[in-house]
């Protein structure tokens, strides 16, 4: 049975941080993207390298096999990045510390595995694309909005020093 304050159960939360980090990083790919090249779609096509090539980057209009194929791609790899990102926030109420820490650590190790660990032809395919600025800007985009999901949901430990916790001292 759950309760008003219950803490939300794990696909609740993951589900919360993938939409926020996919409305926050889909928001930065289009605008960056528009302003690189004048039209917002190739910042969503360009994912779709993975089936059609590098030259998915240069769509610059939306159409069914770029941008839906770059976008359901672009997404399923937040719900993964999601899922990792709420187990090392952990169940329960969640502590500021916690919190700073797992949200400081996502994006420098998604940039990692998708850059580093993952074959060319599987990464997100931003770099035919964007400058190195810009991918910086888009994975902040992406670990702030999943933050905001995750924080909108779930609710931080009161801390010990908190005033309703004070002792105040009686007058007799």
């Known amino acids: 049975m759950t309760t008003p304050h219950a803490t939300p159960r794990f696909l609740t939360r993951m589900t919360a941080s993938a939409i926020g980090g996919t409305l926050t990083s889909t928001a930065a790919l289009m605008m960056l993207s528009a302003k690189r090249t004048g039209s917002p779609w190739p910042g969503l096509n360009c994912t779709a390298h993975w089936l059609k090539g590098d030259k998915a980057a240069l769509v610059p209009t939306p159409d069914l096999v770029h941008t839906g194929t770059g976008f359901a791609t672009s997404a ?41 660990a993952t074959p060319k032809r599987f990464t997100p395919g931003w770099e035919l694309l964007f400058s190195k600025r810009d991918m910086t800007l888009i994975y902040t985009a992406l670990v702030l909005g999943m933050a905001a999901g995750s924080t909108a949901i779930r609710p931080f430990r009161t801390c010990a020093c908190a005033p309703e916790k004070i002792a105040t001292p009686s007058t007799p």
């Open 76 to 116: 399923g790899a937040i719900v993964f990045w999601a899922a990792l990102y709420e187990a090392a926030l952990g169940t329960g109420k969640l502590s500021f510390g916690r919190f700073l820490a797992a949200t400081a650590a996502l994006g420098p190790v998604a940039i990692v595995a998708d850059y580093g």
